[in-house]
Structures are given as C-alpha cells and as structure tokens.
C-alpha cells in the first residue's frame, strides 16, 4: 500500500520508511510560527519548561498580525511580550510594524517555506503553504511551545481525500470559489482530522495565489493540512522567494484514499457562503432575492494578495462604492501594499471611495478595523462567518471572492461582475 | 480520576469564536477568560456553571481558530469535561495539551440533555447519566493522556518526566 503525499513528507520527517494513516509518529520541525494571540501564551508556557532556550533562533518565525499596530494597552502588551522575548532568544525571523505582513501571506513570500517542510504554526490557516507542496498544520500555543523549544511535535498521521481538479476556471471565478464549493459540497467537519490533497491536470490553470486561497481553506472543512503537488510554477515561486532547498515529494500510484472527488473547474461559478458556517453555500445565479449589505472587506490571509487585489481594482476601476457603503481594502503584506501602489491600484481604490489600511488581520477575526454593529451585513474575502466574527453578535458575514466583494461593494448588495455587465 | 456534574448541551460546530470572542483575545488570563466563556453561544453560561459541570455536545465541537484561550476559558470556568459526537482536531489536541479532559461518545452525545447530572470515570471511560439512569461506554484515555491531564497539562507533565 502506497503513501500519500503528505504520508511521504511526514514519514521522511519522522526518519522512517514507511508510515500508515493512524500512526503515531514525532517528526523534526522546519519552522514553527506564532502572531501577538497565540505567542504570549506559548512563551509562558515555556518559560515553566526546563529549557535553555529555543532549539533554533532561524526556525522560528514570530509575526503579530492580529492586533497590529496596537488596537490597545492590552494588545500592545502582547505585542511587548513577543518583542521581548524575540528579543532576549535573538530570533532571526521577527517581523516588527513596517516590515510585518499577515502570517500565511508573509512567510511565503519571505522565502521561509518551501516544498517537502514540515512546517506547525499556533494559527489555524497556517495549512496554507501546502500551495507549495509543505506539510504545515495549525496547533495551539502549547504545541508551539514544545515546538519552539524541542524542535519536535508529534503527529497522528492522517489519512487522505484526493480531489482531482481538471478543466479552466471562467474569467470571475477564481481560488476562493474552488475552496468554498468543495466546503459546501463536504461540510465544515467533511475532512475532520484527514488531508486534503488536491491534484489534476487542472492546477496548471489556478495561480500560486490562487493555490494560497484554497490550502488556506483546508481548515475550514475540519482539514488537517491540504497539499498541492509541485508543478514549474510553484517551483519558480519558489526560486523567486527563497534560497532554502526544497524537496519534492510525490504521492505514490497506490497511495489510498478514504474518498476522491473531481472538481471541474469550468463548471464552477462565483459562490458565497451565507451565515454562519463557511458551508452555506449558494452560487450568484442561486441569489434570487437581494442582500443588501453595509460593508465589504477585501483582504485576510485568505484574499489578500496581489492577484486578489488586481481583481478587485479591475472590478472597482472607474466606479464607486455606493454611497452609505464602507469599503476596507487591505493588502496582506508590505510588499503586496507597495506593488498595488506601483500599479495604481491604491489610486484605482481610493478613487472609488474605499479605504485602504496596512496589513493587519484586524476586522477577520472581529479585533478591529472594520467591526460591525448590530444586524449589520457583510461581504468579506476571509474565510469564516461564525456568529459574532466580525463584531456584533447578530451582525452577518458572506464569504466571497475579491470579485464578488468588489463587484457587492459597487452595487451595495450581493452581487457578482456579471451583472455589472463585466 | 472522576467528574461530576450538571450538563450544559449544545449542537453541531461550536466554534472557537463562540466559545471565546476574539474581542477578548487581548487578554490571556485563564480568570478573565472564563468571564466571557460561551458568551456568543449562551450569554447565561457564565452565570449559571458551577465547578464541575459538564459540556456536552454533537459534531465538530471546537472548530475554527485553534485558539488555546478557549479550552483554556472553559476549563477556567470550572467544566470539568467536554462530552461530544467529534471534536474538531486542533481543539482536540489543544484541550489534552492544558489538561482539560475530553471524550468522544455519540451515544452519550445523543442521550444526555440539558441539566442532567453526570458521572464520568476516566479510568474506565464510563459516562453515567444519573438522572435518566442510563451508561454509555466512551473511550479511556491511554495512560500517557491520564498523566498529561492529572499533571494539569503537557508542559508539566515533560517537566514531571
């Protein structure tokens, strides 16, 4: 019986042979991650370990996002708390206000995952660099911890799903619409404790950031990591970013899987998931009534790239936001902020009456910089819609793509380009 | 080890942001954590639970952010064991890691409701539903977890070794 992909990582990590779906194993670290949340619990949890310090300043990469620049004393002493202890343990990889990105954005384009890592993280989306043929998983703070100071974490290796993607998405449709058709076609718990491993002549058509969107999902449908495989262009992302080597790894042809699904993408249109679980999904053509919102988010470590950006300004290029609107654009990393300012993006934006903030996680997870008040709605490129998410608890999200987020923001109520006659 | 107490019961997807509101997450302290536990899902929570108490609950239970803070809320809030169908996996291992203890059990999940008193056995993985008089048989924790919870978590529990 063959290995799948993420078998095969996990298995070289652990140094053995051979693992199987169920088995135990303790597997050596590339990087653990934390942001200001989840690090000032892990580091005191680790200052009760009797540890020196931690197993090695370069593979350990410390980025608050969430909270960041400082919404309050609170988060600044959080942040104080991290600073400080990156500090005192000289870790390399330390993203101060000015140079620090949204985590799952961040480290990617620093160059500090690459194919064949092993790569635990105290953030739930930090699944996100299967885009790049990696095994990474989120943990919690005391994972970290251990993880921070023995280099080590161990792991139930998980069985597979395989989705075979073929075919070429339309011109609106993009990463996000993948991601939130195969939740709302398996459930928010459909890949409860297994990996989702994406494969098919068909990912030659999505883009790396496109790739980012749908690994950064995987949790959404209760995954524990998903993986691309490591095609020309994830390797030229790779060259392009990075300096690390990188190892690919293959699932083998008798790999077994505990269910396979295609997913076509020619057939798949813009799709939003209602209130309040990312499985309540619905297509644009399936909207007959009109949803009218209050606010529309465009960013997160879901939708906060370059290419998510470009989409929004193509859509928002020469419009406006309707009036009694807010529009919150936020690009996920410095570099991302600078590139839409050399393309005229920011001007594309701000023109159409949105506004543009630095890279936090801020209005995602409900912390700040776009709250909302009772019984308001929004349109937002993040990946959750829990109940009280993004603020008041009878407020309302819908997870779309930037297109469907921008094309919404024109027209004030749930809407798609098409309409719009684009 | 044993629990005892009355349940609190709740359905499908419990979310982590639920279960603590990130609007709280600027603080890490377990006591004022506990304030706020359930407050998205059931505002009377915190009014109502007593130390020992048991949360019982369907599928999925602790998904979405793997934000420590929310076992950490509920244990600090004086439950004494989460009962569900599934837990989600980064909650899972989070709740064994703080030494909150944790059982998957359909059956029970499906036949305790709302303020029925409790009995749990963690040595034999026996759940008792005193008020209806039924038992269900839900998995013993292997030694290894026993110790990482009596050991109030896993960071002393290496300590201990």
């Known amino acids: 019986m063959g290995m799948t992909m993420t078998q095969k990582i996990l298995a070289a990590a652990a140094g053995l042979e051979k693992v199987e779906a169920g088995q135990l194993i303790e597997a050596n670290l590339s990087l653990v991650l934390g942001n200001d949340i989840t690090s000032p619990v892990a580091i005191k949890e680790m200052d009760k370990m009797k540890v020196e310090g931690v197993f090695n300043k370069d593979k350990i990469a410390l980025v608050p996002d969430h909270f960041v620049p400082n919404k309050d004393i609170k988060s600044a002493e959080h942040c104080k708390c991290v600073r400080e202890f990156a500090r005192k343990n000289d870790i390399t990889n330390y993203f101060e206000v000015g140079e620090m990105g949204i985590e799952h954005a961040l480290l990617p384009e620093k160059g500090l995952t690459v194919a064949g890592d092993v790569i635990i993280g105290a953030d739930s989306h930090t699944c996100t660099y299967g885009a790049l043929g990696a095994f990474s998983t989120g943990v919690g703070s005391t994972d970290m911890a251990a993880g921070m100071a023995t280099g080590k974490a161990w792991f139930k290796v998980p069985s597979a799903i395989k989705f075979n993607i073929v075919g070429k998405m339309d011109k609106w449709v993009s990463g996000k619409d993948v991601i939130l058709h195969i939740i709302g076609m398996i459930g928010v718990d459909g890949a409860l404790y297994k ?186 490129t993040t990946n959750r819609n829990f109940v009280g998410r993004m603020g008041h608890v009878t407020s309302e999200i819908y997870l779309a793509s930037p297109a469907v987020a921008a094309a919404s923001a024109i027209t004030g109520k749930i809407s798609s380009p098409y309409e719009l006659g684009m | 080890m044993q629990a005892k107490g009355t349940v609190f019961k709740y359905g499908d997807n419990v979310d982590t942001d639920v279960i603590i509101p990130a609007r709280y997450l600027n603080s890490s302290d377990p006591a004022e954590l506990a ?41 600090a809030a004086g439950v004494s064991c989460v009962i569900a169908e599934t837990f989600a996996r980064i909650f899972y291992r989070n709740a064994i890691n703080i030494g909150l203890p944790i059982i998957e059990c359909a059956e029970a999940s499906k036949g305790i409701d709302a303020g029925d008193d409790v009995e749990i056995d963690f040595n034999t993985g026996m759940i008792y539903n005193r008020t209806k008089g039924t038992e269900f048989k839900g998995q013993a924790f292997p030694e290894f977890m026993q110790k990482i919870i009596a050991a109030e978590g896993l960071i002393n529990y290496i300590n201990n070794k």
Do not use: W
């Open chain 1, 195 to 380: 990996s989702m491993e994406f494969v098919g002549e068909g990912i030659k058509n999505l883009s790396m950031d496109d790739r980012f969107t749908i690994a950064n999902m995987a949790i959404e449908a209760g995954g524990k990591n998903g993986i691309f495989p490591v095609d020309d262009l994830a390797i030229e992302y790779m060259k392009e970013h990075s300096n690390r080597p990188y190892t690919i790894y293959e699932a083998d042809e008798d790999a077994v899987y505990d269910e396979e699904y295609t997913i076509d993408l020619s057939t798949l249109r813009p799709t939003i998931a209602f209130p309040h679980l990312p499985e309540n999904t619905h297509t644009i053509d399936d909207i007959k009534e009109d949803i009218v919102i209050d606010q529309v988010v465009i960013g997160s470590c879901t939708n906060g790239r370059i290419d998510d950006l470009r989409i929004a300004a193509k859509v928002l290029e020469g419009q406006h936001v309707k009036k009694g609107m807010r529009c919150i654009i936020i690009p996920a990393t410095q570099k991302i902020y600078m590139q839409a300012m050399e393309e005229g993006l920011l001007k594309i934006f701000i023109e159409a009456g949105a506004v543009v903030s630095t890279p936090t996680c801020g209005p995602c997870l409900g912390g700040y910089m776009g709250i909302l008040a009772e019984k308001e709605r929004c349109v937002s």
């Open chain 2, 35 to 75: 304030t706020h536990c359930m407050e998205d899902i059931d505002k009377d929570f915190v009014k109502n639970v007593k130390k020992g108490d048991i949360i019982v609950a369907t599928k999925n239970f602790g998904c979405g952010s793997s934000r420590e803070h929310a076992p950490i809320a509920i244990k």
